[in-house]
């Protein structure tokens, strides 16, 4: 088993920045990938970006550019920096880990982001 824990989300303005963490412990040598997915009210989660312990990176189109993800192997912890913020990416956001992309993904019980206008 893999837990995860994320922090870091809050209330923030229009253009501001967050910094969101997520710290896997147990079974964590099973893990290869660590993502972050967000759910906003009313629509279906989805992918924000994704990791390799090795450092290669996936983006979702539509965020890179503001959002970068990072990892530091050594504290099994995942970053989001997410810059420019808008009211759209209001959300909870999720860290996900899995062994390969097609592995079933452990899950964080989510961080609150909310960008007022």
């Known amino acids: 088993q893999v837990l995860l824990v994320e922090s870091g989300g809050g209330l923030v303005q229009a253009g501001g920045s967050l910094r969101l963490s997520c710290t896997a412990s147990?079974?964590?040598?099973?893990?290869?990938?660590m993502a972050w997915y967000r759910q906003a009210p009313g629509k279906q989660r989805e992918l924000v970006a994704d990791?390799?312990?090795?450092?290669?990176?996936n983006y979702a189109d539509s965020l890179q550019g503001r959002f970068t993800i990072s990892i530091d192997n050594a504290q099994n912890t995942v970053y989001l920096q997410m810059n420019s913020l808008k009211p759209e990416d209001t959300a909870v956001y999720y860290c996900?880990?899995?062994?390969?992309?097609?592995?079933?993904?452990?899950w964080g019980q989510g961080t609150q982001v909310t960008v007022s206008s």
């Open positions: 147990g079974s964590i040598f099973t893990i290869n990938i």
């Open positions: 990791i390799t312990r090795g450092g290669s990176t």
């Open positions: 996900a880990a899995r062994r390969t992309k097609f592995s079933t993904s452990y």
